[in-house]
DNA sequence: CATGAATGAGGATTCATTCAT
DNA sequence: AATGAATGAATCCTCATTCAT
């Protein structure tokens, strides 16, 4: 029992010790050796906890992939069938805005390890494939529910996916919309909705 | 004379080497060895040419952002003061995929660089920073002539240019669209302009 | 405690390794890579010890450099105030040659890289100064005690470092008087002290 | 012989490069690169006059060595069997000084380059030899001639050039005695004539 | 004679991994 | 479970040397 809490101790002296490297000289500069010393536990005890580096990344990642794929079915099936369309999806985007925010670090070094690692693809592109999805089924009860046109939802959700990590990593990676960002929500909102042509 | 010209030749079966092993490992897993090796040359000569792997993936990136570069302004010009607009815009995007096209591997290249590696972002920034200056500058010629309604066009240009990196990717890196890529450009256009909402 | 001893003996085996190249190749000479295959020890395990050639040498030098110090210190408190000057010099002469008779390895190479290689130079520098600097408040006592006419004592220091250096060196290196050596100190001494010239 | 002409001047360009490189970095780090980059020839013009860095060296070496050895005999044979034993030394080594000071860079890099680098001591020790002997030879004349005490000469010899080896190190390695060297002379001749002690 | 591109051996350094304590 | 010394493969990089022009 108290051999099970000092593991769990050092698990997270471990998690904690790279997710600060990594943010520092990126993932795929980081060596073992840098986390080690970073966390100051023996060179050996790192492989009683983790086999690789990314094994690391992974368990970092995992845990923001739980914490937004909760927040994402959650809000979808509480708001995005009501009335007010709209105004869910600002809900939605706005608590997603919240676990960015906590989890600051760990977002910023998933956006700069997204696409990139072919040693990590195979993660990260599940998450993505999975944020495309939902984001394409959402569009999709619109369509069927009569509330948008008829579109090819599929392609929407890539320039929507691609779009709001742009905006995230302005936001995350170079301080841009420091404290505005919840306010930027119902505008892009309305870019997508209504697009930036006048009506004639 | 004939000497220059052999250099020349020994540049760019390095460059095609690590073209093709960038293309293959990712570029934050090559090392100059595997870069050497396939392009069958002595480990010094890499050495006559580059300093580092950095350098060689710069002088890929470099041809292709000049290549963009020289098409984006060209036409912007040409087209988007016409009073056609979405039409110039049309052909802007056509005309751009047709670089990607021929340059595939490198874009691939790009796609899986951008935003990864801190040893590559001073270079790839720049581009990302001139390819949304440039669509910023076309949306604010938009709204100025009347005919955008009044937007963030800082914010549209990070949802453009993300979104537009997102479907490049899924075209570029995973095969989607194969052949219908072109299609699916006035699609894009029309999501942008006029959004996806059914007017009420 | 076991592994503290077992890294010292590590340590030993580097040192002890690098002695012998040292004297069979000369420093300038001697790569880490010879060290290393003298010691038998993996290429790695070299820098958890040193991080250079010049380190190991370093170390070594130390070693004699106490060792002459604390003999130089301790025997010039002891013997040069006496009435009989030129008995104490003989003595601190004759408790040096123990020292270098015992170090011949490490002396040798001393001789070989002082004044020589710049990456090593202010550590011998630093020493030869030192000696200089004994020699020198040596005859400045004296002077001062009127056992010694009067003399630029620097310029002396200079001469006596510079011919004890030489004599040294044809002991240690050359093999030159090698079991009478103690014998020529006391000629020395009496050069240093009434010169060559017969009194007219 | 307009060839032969441009012969001697790359080798002259060689040698002055080398010079100012061994300077520099001593000559135990200096590469065929480092003299090649500072002379401004191609790298394949070294191996058209030298085979090795140490050859280079040698040329350069033997310049000077061929200048003293030429005043030294010259000297010695003029003005040492003369009556005024001392006045001759004297003259004899403002004569060596003079040399030294004309080549105080070559003179500089054979004082590092002596008794260190076992590829080149060969050169170095032939030359420490000669000296020694021309001292001794000197020495023994003394004695024989009634004007020196016995004493035991080849000693004295290794006395005489360790510590004129040292005083000129201190001259021209660390500028010691800039302007007054010369002054220095008939001090040290003083010393080894007369000692330093005060006679009872 | 001079050039400089190409070579590949060899040395320096880092890194993941093992294992005895 | 935690430690950290040792390992040797893999990488980086430089250097002397060759050779076609």
Redesign the interface.
């Known amino acids: 029992m108290l051999q099970e809490k000092r593991k769990e101790i050092t698990r997270t002296k471990i998690l904690n010790a790279a997710k600060k490297v990594f943010a520092q000289?990126?993932f795929?500069?980081t060596s073992i050796a840098d986390i080690v010393k970073k966390s100051r536990l023996a060179r050996g005890t790192f492989y009683l906890h983790f086999q690789s580096v990314e094994q690391v990344l992974n368990a970092l990642l995992q845990e923001v992939f739980m914490e937004i794929q909760r927040n994402l079915t959650e809000l979808q099936v509480e708001s995005l069938d009501q009335k007010h369309f709209k105004i869910g999806l600002s809900a939605l985007a706005k608590s997603l805005l919240n676990v960015f925010q906590e989890r600051k670090e760990i977002v910023g070094i998933l956006?700069?390890?997204m696409?990139?690692?072919?040693?990590i693809r195979m993660q990260t592109i599940w998450f993505q494939e999975f944020l495309q999805a939902s984001i394409r089924v959402m569009?999709d009860r619109?369509i069927a529910s009569?509330?948008?046109?008829k579109?090819?939802s599929e392609?929407?959700s890539?320039?929507?996916?691609?779009?709001?990590?742009?905006?995230l990593?302005?936001w995350i990676?170079y301080g841009r919309y420091k404290d505005s960002i919840e306010q930027?929500v119902d505008?892009?909102i309305?870019?997508?909705?209504?697009?930036?042509?006048?009506n004639a």
Chains 1, 2, 3, 4 share one sequence.
């Open positions: 000289k990126g795929s500069n956006l700069t390890t696409n990139s690692d072919t040693k569009f619109g009569g509330r948008l046109r579109f090819d392609l929407m890539y320039l929507v996916s691609g779009g709001l990590r742009e905006v990593g302005q990676l930027k505008e892009v309305g870019i997508y909705m209504n697009g930036v042509e006048l």
